[in-house]
T-cell receptor, first 113, second 111 residues
Framework: QKEVEQDPGPLSVPEGAIVSLNCTYSNSAFQYFMWYRQYSRKGPELLMY????GNKEDGRFTAQVDKSSKYISLFIRDSQPSDSATYLC?????????????FGAGTQVVVTP | EAQVTQNPRYLITVTGKKLTVTCSQNMNHEYMSWYRQDPGLGLRQIYY???????DKGDVPEGYKVSRKEKRNFPLILESPSPNQTSLYFC??????????FGPGTRLTVL
């Protein structure tokens, strides 16, 4: 069983809809949670970085962490065609900033005009 | 502009022909790493380096070598490439907060 599970999609939504993405994990040692966005033929770029359970909002993006359920989510409001990309969750154990990142496989999102 | 650069971006080679993919960062980061990305498997770490002359294996190090002689450079070496090393490769560097910055990727095909 993988440490981090993420549905690969593709997830197709109409422009303006809310995109809901999630990852589940099995090890409670994960303490830091990140979401990366990867456009085709590009490297991943960091979207959201959070530590505690609860919600973190940045513009149209909201990251949600539920440590008790070992479940993290990313919501994109008012989705745009430019949001079409692959979204990867990444988790890190402990408090060491050099700790290894464990990535989900990524979910492909397609926002249609 | 703060960035991680990789070269080449695309490479087609044949089995057994040694190759090097270069990686350079201009952010003075100590931590650098290499990943490969394959469909359905996501990003898997090959090697990482916590500082000059300090390198260690990641999850999938077989068939790869790295060196870290300078802080800014972290080349990936394939001494004898095989078709199962056909993949998309990313170099990354990390700041003290743990935020990781990725290069643009190198698409390698081994025939």
């Amino acid at each position: 069983q993988k440490e981090v599970e993420q549905d690969p999609g593709p997830l197709s939504v109409p422009e303006g809809a809310i995109v809901s993405l999630n990852c589940t994990y099995s090890n409670s040692a994960f303490q830091y949670f990140m979401w990366y966005r990867q456009y085709s033929r590009k490297g991943p770029e960091l979207l959201m970085y959070t530590y505690s359970s609860g919600n973190k909002e940045d513009g149209r993006f909201t990251a949600q962490v539920d440590k008790s359920s070992k479940y993290i989510s990313l919501f994109i409001r008012d989705s745009q065609p430019s949001d079409s990309a692959t979204y990867l969750c990444a988790l890190r154990k402990g408090t060491d900033s050099w700790g290894k990142l464990q990535f989900g496989a990524g979910t492909q999102v397609v926002v249609t005009p | 502009e703060a960035q991680v650069t990789q070269n080449p971006r695309y490479l087609i080679t044949v089995t057994g022909k040694k190759l090097t993919v270069t990686c350079s960062q201009n952010m003075n980061h100590e931590y650098m790493s290499w990943y490969r990305q394959d469909p359905g498997l996501g990003l898997r770490q090959i090697y990482y380096s916590m500082n000059v002359e300090v390198t260690d294996k990641g999850d999938v190090p077989e068939g790869y070598k790295v060196s870290r002689k300078e802080k800014r450079n972290f080349p990936l070496i394939l001494e004898s490439p095989s078709p199962n090393q056909t993949s998309l490769y990313f170099c990354a560097s990390r700041d003290s907060r743990g935020e990781q910055f990725f290069g643009p990727g190198t698409r390698l095909t081994v025939l």
